[in-house]
């Protein structure tokens, strides 16, 4: 009907189908998931919660709503879930305004350490709302929990955020939440990154020691692009009413009605997740994430942390003398996809940082393992031996030929790994 359309969508078919995608923020979902995605529940209104809407004609899609919640509850073990926040953004912004007012402080992990933009970057509303005090990793990368306990006690923040979007090893649940309780601080755990190994058994479950549990439905979950929102057991009895207050801002406080096709596809995802492989599948990330990791120290690469627990990988490229978007675009010239990352402490800014973020759950999901994460290894290695000149002479006929005979490699070996 649209040739236009129809086009692009085949290229970029195509594109993720000959490529190497290892943006740990990025998987592919089945097409169980897409097709609920495109499904009729596109075009229905549903303003309100099931058996309270502003509209008629709810009655199933009220039993939509319902099953994908009871599913959250059962996989995730809490007690009341929010299904229809748009992504994780709106989700953070709503429990912001549930449990606390703007201009309180709250406490984060920062950006450069890893933190996410919601976590209170002076450039998001987090930061711009909320007076932020900020938490970081020490010089080896790693999360200090001594400081945050003593950040905590001194500026007795409303709310500590746990979680990050760039931090390659597990986080202490335990910690935080023993240091949020010291203040009467509310925990809230981001889990956008880790909910899939989580599920799966391969992370470990904020839900005995934080009071509410945010997460997207994409990436490690490898649903539609959604957000959750769950208060825990934890968060009601500190607060009876925690989940009304979150679900009254997120409609009508800050959206109108909900994405039903979303919330579908969520309920198709969360089915998937709860079958007996996808336990295997999570626990294959983080496998394909730690050969990843120890293949590229092999090589001779600084990795932030000296390496990863979960299915995220951080590199510092300083020594390269080059920053991670040449990397990135370099990288993507072989068919190897990664984004371009800020380090802790970097020196460089953040549209041009020292670092590269890379992952495994996409690629693990095309049912690549150990062996194909060692040839990953290889021609990431490869790829960038060239003296720090060649980066910007990138007509160079030795650069030229190495990176397209790589890219030929890539291509056959995405033929053996088809798209899910």
């Known amino acids: ?34 097709q609920a995605l495109a499904s009729c529940l596109t075009d229905k209104y549903a303003e309100g919660y099931p058996g309270k809407r502003y509209y008629q004609g709810n009655k199933i899609v009220d039993q939509v709503e319902q099953l994908v919640v009871g599913r959250a509850k059962k996989l995730f073990g809490v007690p009341h879930v929010n299904v229809q926040p748009y992504s994780g953004s ?12 703007p201009s309180q402080t709250v406490m984060g992990m920062s950006f450069e350490s890893g933190g996410h933009l919601t976590h209170g970057s002076p450039v998001n509303f987090s930061g711009r709302w909320f007076r932020v005090v900020s938490y970081g990793v020490g010089t080896d990368g790693w999360i200090d929990y001594d400081q945050i306990e003593k950040l905590a006690k001194k500026h007795r923040p409303k709310i500590i955020w746990s979680g990050a979007t760039a931090y390659p090893r597990l986080f202490d649940w335990e910690k935080f939440g023993k240091i949020a309780d010291k203040i009467g601080a509310f925990l809230v755990a981001d889990i956008a990154h880790y909910a899939g190994l989580i599920v799966g058994g391969a992370y470990p479950s904020p839900a005995p020691f934080a009071d509410v549990i945010t997460t997207t439905t994409h990436k490690t979950l490898r649903g539609p692009r959604g957000a959750m929102i769950m208060v825990t057991k934890k968060g009601l009895k500190k607060d009876p009413k925690l989940g009304e207050k979150i679900d009254h801002w997120v409609f009508p406080g800050l959206q109108g009605g909900p994405h039903m096709n979303t919330i579908v596809a969520i309920a198709v995802a969360l089915a998937e997740a709860a079958r007996p492989g996808f336990k295997k599948y999570a626990q294959q990330v983080v496998k394909n994430a730690c050969v990843l990791a120890d293949q590229l120290l092999k090589y001779g690469f600084d990795l932030v942390s000296g390496g990863t627990d979960n299915h995220l990988i951080l590199l510092d490229l300083r020594k390269l003398g080059v920053d991670g978007k040449k990397v990135a675009v370099r990288l993507e010239k072989t068919g190897i996809v990664v984004n371009a990352n800020s380090i802790p402490y970097d020196p460089a800014l953040p549209m041009n940082p020292s670092g590269i973020r890379l992952g495994t759950p996409a690629v693990t999901t095309r049912g690549m393992k150990e062996k194909e994460m060692k040839i990953i290894a290889g021609w990431i290695n490869e790829s960038l031996k060239f003296k720090t000149s060649a980066f910007v002479k990138t007509s160079a006929d030795k650069q030229n030929s190495k990176l397209k005979e790589i890219s030929s490699q890539v291509r056959n070996l995405c033929q053996k790994f088809p798209l899910p």
Do not use: C, G, H
């Open 90 to 101: 709106p989700a953070n912004m709503a429990v912001y305004l549930a449990l606390a007012k």
């Open 1 to 34: 009907m649209d040739s236009e359309v129809f086009k692009l969508i085949k290229a970029e078919e195509k594109r993720q189908a000959e490529t190497i995608n290892l943006i740990p923020s990025e998987n592919y979902s089945s097409l169980a998931v897409r």
